[in-house]
């Protein structure tokens, strides 16, 4: 009965005008909707089977008794899983640190990236090549930047940290420069450092996109009224940045809560650096605990979903702007 | 050969003539902020560089402190890179990426078709709510793949991370495509319409000539994403079907007198990105932030 009578508030203009027409032409409209339909289908079924049913796995068994290691126990046990997750101390260690490791990596990556992309928006001689230079953080397989950091530069004996570190305070006369144990001494920081240079490029990208869409007549204007650098930044290149920042901030937010590869490298959970994705990952495969597992998991899915429905908002916002056009 | 003719896309590019004019003569300003930007440039390409030199040097000159930067190149590194084992991995991490991205094109331009040349009814929710996927973080789903996988006997398999991968990229792929399909100009299409052409025709000679450079930069970018998965790479495979990012964390406990191969293995397992990633550049930003930047 619905399907077959489309209530009036989903057709368009044109199709409300011809509704009361002769029951052939709704007939068509019907026929061309559904034609129209065809191509989504298979992108959309295969999307639902794959990404949905498992998380709805996930759940189920979130709410059972289930470990690999003791099969005659499985069964449902309510909550038990849950209550674990918010009672166990090593699990809300996971939650702060997964948390501190997000806001740190975004804000740092955020502000340094808005530097560099005010940057690389003048013009100088080279502007292509640093441009390019400056994307090879990002480009750089995960693993592998994971390694280079933790054996390359941040080993205390012959990382390049310490090396410039030695070469600098030799420079000044000084056999005895400051060597720290960065991995040891520093664990969360090393980290942070890694994916900060991992993903400022990808901020700086973003914004300079957004600086290079911002119409130049404004600022002229401004400037013919007499205002300074400083209040073209802070009253007309800011505001048009602002939904940049956030679309930057929201995007890192989602991939950085996620970050399971440097973690896994460079101190492989150790010295309280284990985030959330990680210790999902030990509690599956070291402990074996599949219950526990799956409910750390759908905790880390609601986490996540609050941060995307601000994304969700920042991205249509931009999107509605376009389709407005 | 047509990017250079079609204004809608030049201007969608970073250097896009919509740019020049819009610039202004005092934005040139003072030298020292060239001096600065290539001052950061040079600091953020470092660690990459450093990546690169150390690959050619030999083991006892890559762990020295401070580095030795003039030290004499070699290929050792290389060779005992290539020495380890390391095609069976490669060849795996290619066939996940190209296979997936294939099929990932297979069902997104369709799709991408359906929601924006042609829209269907209420388009703008099924665009949110293949975006709303990618905001299930992977390992919330791990579990349930793994047992799928063990009780099927996909277990490394490299076909079941194929289909993981496709699944993985779909939604990007969809909105990126279907921003770029966005920018044909329904004028265009009108008007080639009243000429007479037919569907065929007017996908051939004007929906491909804007929207190919756009899918040509989504297919590099999903390629990339798969290349670069390790989650589901070490959680789904062992022996037979892991990939390369798999094969190199068996360097993660390394002590330093492999820091040479070390480098080796992370630049050869990193150039197909880094070649994809630079080729892509001005349309990676858009594919990115899911087409919501120009």
């Known amino acids: 009965m619905t399907t077959a009578t489309p209530a009036a508030s989903e057709l368009t203009p044109e199709q409300r005008t011809t509704y009361q027409a002769p029951q052939g032409q709704a007939a068509r409209d019907r026929r061309e909707a559904r034609r129209r339909r065809i191509p989504l289908l298979p992108a959309l079924v295969f999307t639902i089977a794959a990404t949905q049913l498992p998380f709805l796995a996930t759940i189920v068994i979130s709410f059972m008794d289930y470990r690999a290691l003791r099969p005659d126990q499985r069964g449902f046990t309510g909550f038990d899983n849950y209550v674990q997750v918010f009672t166990n101390p090593a699990i809300r260690g996971a939650v702060l640190t997964t948390i501190l490791l997000t806001a740190t990596v975004v804000i740092a990556s955020l502000v340094l990236g808005t530097a560099i992309a005010l940057l690389l928006d003048r013009k100088f001689i080279g502007r292509g090549a640093v441009r390019t230079m400056m994307i090879a953080p990002f480009l750089v397989v995960p693993v592998a930047s994971a390694l280079l950091w933790k054996h ?14 030695t070469w600098v305070w030799a420079l000044f006369g000084s056999d005895s420069p400051p060597q720290p144990a960065w991995l040891t001494d520093y664990p969360l920081l090393s980290i942070e450092l890694s994916l900060i240079w991992q993903w400022t490029p990808f901020m700086m990208l973003i914004l300079l996109a957004g600086l290079q869409s911002k119409p130049g007549d404004v600022v002229e204007a401004a400037r013919m009224d007499g205002a300074g650098n400083w209040q073209i930044f802070r009253y007309i290149t800011f505001p048009h940045l602002r939904r940049y920042l956030e679309l930057g901030g929201l995007l890192g937010s989602i991939y950085i809560v996620q970050a399971f590869d440097s973690v896994f490298i460079i101190t492989a959970g150790a ?21 526990l597992a799956s409910a750390q998991g759908v905790v880390v899915v609601i986490g996540t979903i609050i941060i995307a429905t601000f994304a969700l908002r920042t991205v249509s916002s931009l999107f509605d702007e376009e389709t407005g056009r | 050969m047509s990017t250079h003719t079609n204004p809608a896309v030049a201007a969608t590019s970073f250097k896009g003539p919509a740019r020049k004019k819009r610039r202004t003569p005092e934005q040139g300003g003072h030298p020292a902020w060239g001096i600065a930007a290539w001052a950061v440039g040079l600091l953020f390409a470092a660690p990459v560089l450093f990546m690169l030199l150390t690959s050619f040097h030999s083991e006892t000159d890559a762990a020295t402190n401070p580095p030795s930067v003039l030290a004499p190149l070699t290929l050792d590194g290389y060779r005992s890179f290539f020495a380890g084992q390391p095609w069976p991995p490669l060849i795996n991490s290619l066939t996940a990426s190209v296979v997936s991205t294939l099929l990932v094109l297979v069902l997104a331009v369709p799709a991408a078709y359906a929601l924006s040349i042609k829209p269907v009814q209420k388009w703008t929710d099924v665009l949110f709510f293949f975006l709303s996927t990618k905001f299930l973080p992977i390992v919330a789903g791990l579990l ?25 990229n779909l939604p990007i792929a969809v909105w990126m495509m279907r921003s770029f399909l966005a920018e044909v100009p329904v004028e265009m299409m009108e008007a080639a319409q009243l000429d007479g052409a037919g569907l065929i025709t007017m996908l051939r000679s004007v929906v491909a000539p804007v929207a190919l450079p756009g899918i040509a930069a989504t297919s ?5 994403f798969s290349w670069n998965e390790l989650l589901l790479a070490r959680t789904l495979t062992s022996t037979v079907a892991s990939t390369s990012p798999v094969f190199l964390t068996s360097f993660a406990t390394s ?40």
């Open chain 2, 220 to 224: 590099l970018i999903c390629f990339i």
């Open chain 1, 152 to 165: 390359g530069i941040l080993n205390s004996g012959y990382g390049l940290l310490n090396g410039v570190l």
């Open chain 2, 255 to 294: 002590q330093g007198l492999f820091l040479a191969q070390v480098c080796a293995a992370a630049v050869v397992i990193s150039l197909p990105v880094l070649a994809a990633g630079f080729a892509a550049q001005d349309k990676l930003v858009q594919g990115l932030s899911l087409g919501a930047v120009k």
């Open chain 2, 144 to 168: 349930p793949l793994y047992l799928f996988a063990n009780a099927t006997g996909l277990l490394d398999n490299i076909s079941f991370l194929v289909l993981l991968y496709t699944s993985m």
């Open chain 1, 271 to 291: 010295l309280g650096t284990a985030n959330l994705p990680y210790t999902i990952y030990a509690t599956f495969f070291q402990q074996q605990n599949y219950g």
